[in-house]
Structure formats: C-alpha cells, structure tokens
C-alpha cells in the first residue's frame, strides 16, 4: 500500500477558518484518512506525488484536517472505510449503513466497452454480441455483478487498469470494461488503437462518502462541492488534467 499525505499550509500567525477553529503553529490538525486507488484521471501517482482531479477537489475544500491519501483495490478501500479504519473514501455508489455519501456528485462512472480498432464490433448491441468472447474487467468493479450472468463470455478479473490495456493490446483480451473518461488519456486511445463502443453500458453517480464516525464533516464537503459546480471550479480541473469537463461527461450520461 502506497501513503502519500496532503498536507495543509498552516500560517505562522494565528488562522481562523469560517469553517473550522482556529489553529495555531504549532498545533497540530486532527488526521483525516482518506482512501481511494489508482484510477486517473480521478487521482493516481506520478513522480512520487498523489495527484488527481478528486485530489485537486480536496485540496481546494481547504479541510480542517491534516489528510492522508491511501490507495489500496477498492474492495479493500470500501471495507476499510465501512470499518472504520479509513474515515473517507473518494469512490462510492452503494449505500451503507455505517457510510454517509455526499449529496452532490462530481464525477460520473461512464462504463463501456473497449475493443481493438480492428474488431469486428463497431457498435455495442449488447452482451450476447461477445459470445465465446474473452472481455476484462477491473475486480472491484461493481458493474461486474450486473453482467457476470452471461455465462457465454469468458471474463477475466484484473487488478489494474494498466494490466488490462496491455493484455488488450497484446490479444489476450478480446475486449474489456472500461470507464470513459479515464480511457480517453490513454495512449492506445489517442493513437487510435483501441475504441470505446456506444452506446455505453451503464452511468452512474459516484460519490464521495465518510465513515459515520466523521459525519461532523459531510456538510462543509456539501457546500463546497456545490460551491464548485457552481463557480466553475469542477470543470477547470478537469480540463487541467486533459479531459472533458464534468458538464459534458453529466450529460454524456443524462443522455444513455
């Protein structure tokens, strides 16, 4: 498991935040742990630093926290959190009893599928197409168990995205699942090696969500999400990571 910790600018005289106490020097913030994985452009690691849309969004929220970004799969991240050994994930979609999602979303899970340009599939028509068919999935993925009944396609679980583009690229795979926009900043993709075939299959909200334990801080995280969409702040950031901005992903899924 790799750490990386964010840390918070503290001024050498006295900060009062309209959000928070104030903190002196040398008074140490509260740590908040917050778990997600390697997926870009949402947050990932390059040259030693965790960077990333959802990291830049935290940033910008200015918590009162000192925060400390893990990444581990997300089936390990999502147990973590409902245990209460991590106190905030980036990534939910389902509800549970011990978390507390955020009421605004700022990224959308626009699932498809991925082929080789040279596929005979140019079109999605549905699943039955791939028949016989090796496709690959990312394990974690919670689309996975809406689709691992049809028993005609081999499915293959891969524990990252790079594994999977390679072992497509390579022909091992004859498609796989893949989330729009993080494929859209892949090479392959921009040297049209592979396609994503639409219509997608599934979009769907993805939320930011602490352990009950934390709620104290869900409505701050609220208001800026909300503040942000607003003022256009969501939509920069996607764009200084080199993607579409979230007003066009939202309604790339309000149209599916």
Same mark, same amino acid.
């Given at each position: 498991?790799?750490?990386?910790?964010?840390?918070?600018?503290?001024?050498?005289?006295?900060?009062?935040?309209?959000?928070?106490?104030? $903190?002196?020097?040398?008074?140490?913030?509260?740590?908040?742990?917050?778990?997600?994985?390697?997926?870009?452009? $949402?947050? $990932?690691? /390059?040259?030693?630093?965790?960077?990333?849309?959802?990291?830049?969004?935290?940033?910008?929220?200015?918590?009162?926290?000192?925060?400390?970004?893990?990444?581990?799969?997300?089936?390990?991240? &999502?147990?973590?959190?409902?245990?209460?050994?991590?106190?905030?994930?980036?990534?939910?979609?389902?509800?549970?009893?011990?978390?507390?999602?955020?009421?605004?979303?700022?990224?959308?899970?626009i699932s498809g599928i991925v082929v080789p340009?040279? *596929?005979?599939? /140019?079109?999605?028509?549905?699943?039955?197409?791939?028949?016989?068919?090796?496709?690959?999935?990312?394990?974690?993925?919670?689309?996975?168990?809406?689709?691992?009944?049809?028993?005609?396609?081999?499915?293959?679980?891969?524990?990252?995205? *790079?594994?999977?583009? /390679?072992?497509?690229?390579?022909?091992?795979?004859?498609?796989?699942?893949?989330?729009?926009?993080?494929? &859209?900043?892949?090479?392959? $993709?921009?040297?049209?090696?592979?396609?994503?075939?639409?219509?997608?299959?599934?979009?769907?909200?993805?939320?930011?969500?602490v352990h009950q334990s934390k709620a104290a801080?869900?409505?701050?995280?609220? *208001?800026?999400?909300?503040?942000?969409?607003?003022?256009?702040?969501?939509?920069?950031?996607?764009?200084?990571?080199?993607?579409?901005?979230? *007003?066009?992903? /939202?309604?790339?899924?309000?149209?599916?």
């Amino acid at each position: 498991m790799a750490m990386t910790a964010i840390r918070y600018s503290v001024l050498s005289v006295l900060i009062c935040l309209p959000i928070s106490a104030c $903190y002196a020097e040398t008074e140490e913030l509260p740590v908040l742990n917050v778990c997600g994985f390697d997926w870009a452009p $949402y947050s $990932y690691q /390059k040259d030693g630093q965790t960077i990333g849309i959802l990291i830049d969004l935290l940033n910008l929220m200015d918590l009162p926290y000192d925060v400390h970004f893990n990444f581990m799969p997300l089936p390990r991240c &999502t147990a973590a959190v409902r245990q209460g050994q991590q106190d905030l994930i980036l990534y939910a979609t389902v509800p549970h009893d011990t978390l507390i999602m955020s009421e605004t979303a700022v990224q959308y899970h626009i699932s498809g599928i991925v082929v080789p340009t040279g *596929s005979e599939h /140019k079109t999605y028509a549905g699943l039955s197409q791939f028949a016989g068919e090796t496709l690959g999935v990312l394990r974690g993925n919670p689309i996975y168990d809406s689709v691992r009944q049809y028993r005609d396609i081999h499915w293959t679980l891969q524990n990252s995205g *790079s594994s999977m583009w /390679k072992m497509l690229m390579g022909g091992r795979l004859d498609g796989a699942i893949g989330e729009y926009l993080s494929l &859209t900043r892949l090479q392959p $993709y921009l040297r049209n090696e592979i396609r994503f075939l639409e219509p997608p299959l599934r979009a769907a909200p993805v939320y930011i969500a602490v352990h009950q334990s934390k709620a104290a801080i869900l409505p701050l995280i609220n *208001s800026r999400l909300t503040q942000f969409l607003r003022d256009g702040s969501v939509d920069r950031i996607y764009e200084q990571h080199g993607v579409e901005p979230f *007003s066009a992903v /939202k309604a790339m899924a309000d149209n599916i």
